[in-house]
Nanobody, 125 residues
Framework: QVQLVESGGGLAQAGGSLRLSCVAS????????MGWFRQAPGKEREFVAA????????YYSDSVKGRFTISRDNAKNTVYLQMNSLKPEDTAVYLC??????????????????WGQGTQVTVSS
């Protein structure tokens, strides 16, 4: 069992930055591929970024590529999402997810085993 707790959300202006963190419980964090998804009101959950469990291979959606960076610190059981050049359309609840030895290209929610509760990100124009 893995518990995930996100933090770092808040209000930012367009063009600004935020850094999200997701801390995982358990001793096998390094064997989980980690992903970030987001969900805006009335919309489906959308893949944002993922990082592999074995080596630091990353994968991004086209909508955030070049603006967001995913990273992980296995010693701290933490995955990060650095968000730069924020846009109003980035407004959503951001959720982190863990997939046991998952594919870094896993973009569908059902490919992940555990989810956090989410943190709200609001970008004003």
């Amino acid at each position: 069992q893995v518990q995930l707790v996100e933090s770092g959300g808040g209000l930012a202006q367009a063009g600004g930055s935020l850094r999200l963190s997701c801390v995982a419980s358990g001793r096998t964090f390094s064997r989980y591929a980690m992903g970030w998804f987001r969900q805006a009101p009335g919309k489906e959950r959308e893949f944002v970024a993922a990082i592999s469990w074995s080596v630091d291979i990353t994968y991004y959606s086209d909508s955030v590529k070049g603006r967001f960076t995913i990273s992980r610190d296995n010693a701290k059981n933490t995955v990060y999402l650095q968000m730069n050049s924020l846009k109003p359309e980035d407004t959503a609840v951001y959720l982190c997810a863990a997939g046991w030895k998952g594919r870094v290209q896993a973009v569908l929610p059902h490919e992940y085993d555990y989810w956090g509760q989410g943190t709200q990100v609001t970008v004003s124009s």
